[in-house]
């Protein structure tokens, strides 16, 4: 973070898309050496998930303590950046993905990050014509 000119020190907060250890990972690591103010979100539902999912415990990665919730709907400000939370279950009972809006040479887009679902059926392909 700090080769780009960044502080990890005014890290706010950590926001977590779901309960697989390959996502909570470093947060608690993160918070404990760089960022002790920061907060660990996740959506409570995967919070009470990661205590029923003992298979996560063999990859060896540290559960978070999560400080907030996340609620489908909310907003969180970062900065000048508002980024709107989802709830997206399916991957995980508690999933969440985010709407992150960006600028592209001045135009204003919104960029969907870890959108995660299950379909409910096989996508059927195109029949041949
Ligand atoms: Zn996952």
């Known amino acids: 973070m700090k ?3 960044l502080n990890p020190k ?12 390959d996502h909570y990972g470093g947060s608690q690591f993160i918070k ?13 539902v995967d919070k009470r998930f990661l205590s029923v999912m003992p298979h996560e415990t063999k990859f ?3 559960r978070p303590k999560v400080d907030m919730g996340l609620e489908d709907g909310q907003l ?10 989802l709830l997206t279950p399916g991957h995980t009972p508690g999933s969440v993905s985010m709407i992150v809006p ?23 392909r195109n029949k041949e014509r």
């Open 76 to 85: 969180i400000k970062l900065g000048d950046t508002t980024v709107q939370i």
């Open 102 to 124: 960006v600028t592209d040479n001045g135009t204003l887009r919104k960029n969907a990050e870890d959108v995660i679902a299950r379909l409910p059926k096989p996508v059927p």
């Open 3 to 5: 080769k780009l000119g």
């Open 10 to 21: 005014e890290i706010k907060y950590t926001l977590v898309t779901h309960g697989h250890s």
């Open 60 to 62: 060896g990665f540290t």
């Open 32 to 44: 404990d050496k760089y960022s002790p103010d920061a907060k660990i979100a996740m959506n409570l």
